[in-house]
T-cell receptor, first 111, second 117 residues
Framework: RKEVEQDPGPFNVPEGATVAFNCTYS??????FFWYRQDCRKEPKLLMSVYSSGNEDGRFTAQLNRASQYISLLIRDSKLSDSATYLCVAASTDSWGKLQFGAGTQVVVTP | GAGVSQSPSNKVTEKGKDVELRCDPISGHTALYWYRQSLGQGLEFLIYFQGNSAPDKSGLPSDRFSAERTGGSVSTLTIQRTQQEDSAVYLC???????????????FGQGTRLTVV
């Protein structure tokens, strides 16, 4: 079983709509969580860190559910430029902070 | 430099040749990762260096692949006797993390696109 699992999608989203997706992690010792964005043929880039209380950055909201071991990302008012693959990342103290990447969720925003 | 630097950006090699890919991490970052990504696929973990600890080599696909990190800084990924299935983008990332701390975000280089012909 992979340590971080994501629905690969694609999630086809009309421009202006809201899309949300989750990722699950298997290591209960995971302490740090991140969402990365990867555009086609580009390197992944940090979108946002995920804090215990949940956090918001503009149109993006990330939430952490420790009891069920998942994190979520919600994108409001989707833009064409939001089309990308979103990678979920977890890190735990029992593995020297090694970041575990999910395989990514593809989002396609359509006009 | 300010970011993670990888070289070369592109490499075309003949099947059976050896290649070396280089990664210069962000100064002071203790952790360094190598991943590879085939077209349309997710990141495939290869190897993880953390400070002076023994590297986590669990992702290396075969004994043709090896990596080292000298002086806790620059890393080289070597692929011996390259095969066509080795063609992919090889990404390096670094982060600041240490034992007992679950780590900060990783920063990626722009990758080396390897084509084996």
């Amino acid at each position: 079983r992979k340590e971080v699992e994501q629905d690969p999608g694609p999630f086809n989203v009309p421009e202006g709509a809201t899309v949300a997706f989750n990722c699950t992690y298997s290591n209960s010792a995971s302490q740090s969580f991140f969402w990365y964005r990867q555009d086609c043929r580009k390197e992944p880039k940090l979108l946002m860190s995920v804090y215990s209380s949940g956090n918001e950055d503009g149109r993006f909201t990330a939430q952490l559910n420790r009891a069920s071991q998942y994190i979520s990302l919600l994108i409001r008012d989707s833009k064409l430029s939001d089309s990308a693959t979103y990678l979920c990342v977890a890190a735990s103290t029992d593995s020297w902070g090694k970041l575990q990447f999910g395989a990514g969720t593809q989002v396609v925003v359509t006009p | 430099g300010a970011g993670v630097s990888q070289s070369p950006s592109n490499k075309v090699t003949e099947k059976g040749k050896d290649v070396e890919l280089r990664c210069d991490p962000i100064s002071g970052h203790t952790a360094l990762y190598w991943y590879r990504q085939s077209l349309g696929q997710g990141l495939e973990f290869l190897i993880y260096f953390q400070g002076n600890s023994a590297p986590d080599k669990s992702g290396l696909p075969s004994d043709r692949f090896s990596a080292e990190r000298t002086g806790g800084s620059v890393s080289t990924l070597t692929i011996q006797r390259t095969q066509q299935e080795d063609s992919a983008v090889y990404l390096c990332a670094s982060s600041l993390s240490f034992k007992g701390y679950s780590g900060t975000e990783a920063f990626f280089g722009q990758g080396t696109r390897l084509t084996v012909v």
